[in-house]
């Protein structure tokens, strides 16, 4: 609003001046550029004198644009200052806020890069109520992340200080999605060397570098190429199957949802076998698969398999029977 006003008053006082150039010039037999600096001169109330001996008509002229050009000028500058001042203020309380916002994230994840990947996984933890925040550079991309209200850090993901600032040290989880390999190294190797224990999964544009991204110390690397060209081989071999996952798992309508759980050490769970756990009575799910502490796969467990501390429940179900069973278990 602040803005608007400011362009409306610019635009006001721009009209004086040309009022005046024209008047002096065809009232007066100025020359354009005499009529234009005696307008301002009278606008500005430097005290200089008349050009030349003033017709009544011409000073007629004077006293509306001294009576008109001052009062807007006063206004048209306070307007300014203030939107000057007002844009200071914004950008400091909208700091120390994102400060504050950034210093409450516990177990979020770190997304670094707002690209076609970063774009699509930041809606995926939106959707489901996860925290995150983004580190990104591009000016553009950033209008973008302003649009949806996400939270981010405008500065290179690579950098140390910006990784700290963005909770590292709290966070449960990084995402390296820059379009660059390089940089997508180096950024797991910063990011590693600051806290040994982040779960860093990364992009990886070209699937020769796979094994440099896992040196350098990501937990998963994901090549997107490889992976939708993958996809769509099994669609083509498998298109019932495939259809049947995406209706399953991405049909809101059919409210299922796949999870998994971690078994702590304090649940009523360890010790028992899933028949004994009663979860398929209790809460209606089915058990997928067992990753064991070893991270070793058990798929499709009998009813006679043990749970233990430390193991991954993969079950799928509906949303609120898994909601109700990961309160029960933890």
Do not use: W
């Not at 995150?132 to 591009?138: A, C, M, P, R, S």
């Not at 709290?170 to 660059?180: E, I, M």
């Not at 769970?269 to 502490?293: E, H, M, P, W, Y």
């Amino acid at each position: 609003m602040q803005k608007f006003r400011l362009r409306i008053s610019l635009l006001l006082l721009l009209l004086i001046v040309a009022f005046g150039t024209l008047s002096y010039t065809v009232v007066e037999g100025m020359d354009p550029f005499d009529a234009f600096y005696m307008t301002l001169i009278t606008i500005s109330t430097v005290g200089f004198s008349e050009i030349s001996p003033l017709t009544h008509a011409g000073r007629l002229i004077t006293v509306i644009i001294i009576v008109s050009g001052i009062s807007l000028l006063s206004y048209t500058l306070g307007q300014f200052a203030r939107v000057l001042i007002e844009g200071e203020l914004q950008r400091i309380l909208g700091r120390r806020k994102l400060v504050k916002q950034i210093s409450e994230l516990h177990n979020h994840f770190i997304i670094c890069g707002y690209g076609r990947i970063g774009e699509a996984i930041c809606q995926e933890l939106a959707k489901d109520n996860f925290d995150f925040i983004v580190i990104e550079h591009d000016e553009k991309k950033i209008e973008k992340l302003d649009l949806h209200h996400f939270l981010y850090l405008n500065g290179d993901a690579a950098s140390e200080r910006i990784l700290l600032e963005a909770g590292l040290a709290r966070a449960k989880g990084l995402v390296t999605a820059v379009a660059s390999d390089a940089v997508n190294v180096f950024i797991t190797l910063t990011a590693k060397e600051l806290n040994p224990d982040i779960f860093i999964l990364s992009r990886a544009g070209d699937l020769n570098n796979e094994k440099k991204l896992l040196r350098a110390g990501a937990n998963r690397v994901v090549s997107p190429y490889h992976m939708g060209g993958s996809r769509m081989a099994q669609i083509l071999k498998q298109p019932t199957v495939i259809d049947f996952l995406d209706t399953a798992l991405a049909n809101t309508d059919l409210d299922l949802k796949m999870e998994e759980f971690l078994v702590p050490q304090s649940s009523y769970l360890v010790g028992k076998t899933i028949l004994q756990s009663n979860l398929r009575r209790d809460f209606g799910v089915i058990i997928l698969a067992i990753k064991r502490g070893n991270a070793t796969m058990v798929f499709n467990p009998g009813p006679e398999a043990l749970l233990e501390s430390g193991d991954v429940l993969i079950v799928v179900g509906k949303k609120q029977d898994v909601v109700k069973m990961g309160v029960a278990i933890s």
